[in-house]
T-cell receptor, first 116, second 112 residues
Framework: DTGVSQDPRHKITKRGQNVTFRCDPI?????LYWYRQTLGQGPEFLTY????????KSRLLSDRFSAERPKGSFSTLEIQRTEQGDSAMYLC??????????????FGEGSRLTVL | AQSVTQLGSHVSVSEGALVLLRCNYS??????LFWYVQYPNQGLQLLLK??????LVKGINGFEAEFKKSETSFHLTKPSAHMSDAAEYFC??????????FGTGTRLTIIP
């Protein structure tokens, strides 16, 4: 059994380019979350899915950001026209159907984005 | 809105000494509270959680935390620090919904 996997682990890009991150949750988990973590800060909520439905988006998620989970399995997070302020670790987490609302999340190792 | 405040961004303790990491919360509804740990180059792992059952919660690796409503606190403790406890620790709160709000983290260093 594998945990939450994220790809790529590191991405260096130039300002203005588009980047896409992929997250594969634990297979039986129906909820999937994206968080962003910058240096010296805790993770900040971006968005979450229940199956393929995107149920909540943070105001941090500007219109340059889009997340999808087309078949209720893996998810992608795309950032268009990247800016230096987008440099951060992007974390994906999943939780099982029976976790209820207890907030127990299983995190991946993250995708680190550096925008030059 | 909910929030957590972690006092002390860096804490150093000697091996074998008591570990105390502080977390205070703010929530307009009875909260769920969590401690997560992040080891270098690894994802966050759940240490323990409070979900309105027992106020003293025991977690993995000998850690425990006590929910004190009167003090709005959820401090993390371990009686005897081990070198392997060196990591970053995050307190988090949920309003019984889907979203966790994390604190800024406390980096724990263990002195041999």
């Amino acid at each position: 059994d594998t945990g939450v996997s994220q790809d790529p682990r590191h991405k260096i890009t130039k300002r203005g380019q588009n980047v896409t991150f992929r997250c594969d949750p634990i297979s039986e988990h129906n909820r999937l979350y994206w968080y962003r973590q910058t240096l010296g800060q805790g993770p900040e909520f971006l968005t979450y899915f229940q199956n393929e439905a995107q149920l909540e988006k943070s105001r941090l998620l500007s219109d340059r950001f889009s997340a999808e989970r087309p078949k209720g399995s893996f998810s992608t997070l795309e950032i268009q026209r990247t800016e230096q302020g987008d440099s951060a670790m992007y974390l994906c987490a999943s939780s099982p159907r029976n976790s209820g609302n207890t907030g127990e999340l299983f995190f991946g190792e993250g995708s680190r984005l550096t925008v030059l | 809105a909910q929030s957590v405040t972690q006092l002390g961004s860096h804490v150093s303790v000697s091996e074998g000494a008591l570990v105390l990491l502080r977390c205070n919360y703010s929530s307009s509804v009875p909260p769920y509270l969590f401690w997560y740990v992040q080891y270098p180059n690894q994802g966050l792992q759940l240490l323990l959680k409070y979900t309105s059952a027992a106020t003293l919660v025991k977690g993995i690796n000998g850690f425990e935390a006590e929910f004190k409503k009167s003090e709005t606190s959820f401090h993390l403790t371990k009686p005897s620090a081990h070198m392997s406890d060196a990591a970053e620790y995050f307190c988090a709160v949920s309003d019984q919904g889907e979203k966790l709000t994390f604190g800024t983290g406390t980096r724990l260093t263990i002195i041999p």
